[in-house]
């Protein structure tokens, strides 16, 4: 008993030291790869037309969300700006992604996406849960052998984690 306290009581010491893993690291690499093969060999302009169209739904279900994009011409989602926005966010949510293996680092990610976003004032959960959700439907459509549920897993806490100070 003594013995199965001091190994429990080293992993804890060595998951703290660490950091706690956002997902199983067999889900980490799922959803690596599932991202990696929608980035369509890096295909930057795929990536913000994609991005682009996911804020387009958005805005289109929640009016209100067109005024925050008001600096980087939200009223255009096909305007340079606006793609060059949603180029900066597929690369955001790459950057998470890709931080999967090493827990401290997304949280360091996390924590200072979440402080820009609740900066800007107005943006909701709500807006952020769209794009998840749409995300979810739409994605394994360019990737094979997506996995929903390796996907939820990692993906779920990153989003909860930047949309941890919105209301
Ligand atoms: C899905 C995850 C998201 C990620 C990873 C993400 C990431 C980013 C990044 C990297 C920037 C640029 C910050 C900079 O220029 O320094 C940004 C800006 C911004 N994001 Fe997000 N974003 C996400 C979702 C959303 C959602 C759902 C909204 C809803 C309203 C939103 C609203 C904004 C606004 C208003 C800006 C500032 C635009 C500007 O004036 O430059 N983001 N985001």
Redesign the pocket.
Known sequence: MRRLIQILLVACAVAVARGTMWCSLEDANSVMDSFRQSRNGDNAIAASKGFAAYFAG?MQKYPE?TA??T??NGADVHSPEFRA?SL??AI??GI?IFALHDPEVLTEITSH?AA??AA?GG?KVA??DF?RQLMRATFGQFVDNFNLDAWDNCFDPI?KA?TARLD
């Open positions: 958005m969300t925050l994009f600096y980087v926005h900066r966010v955001g949510i998470c996406l820009q976003h800007v943006i807006y952020f794009i989003i930047i």
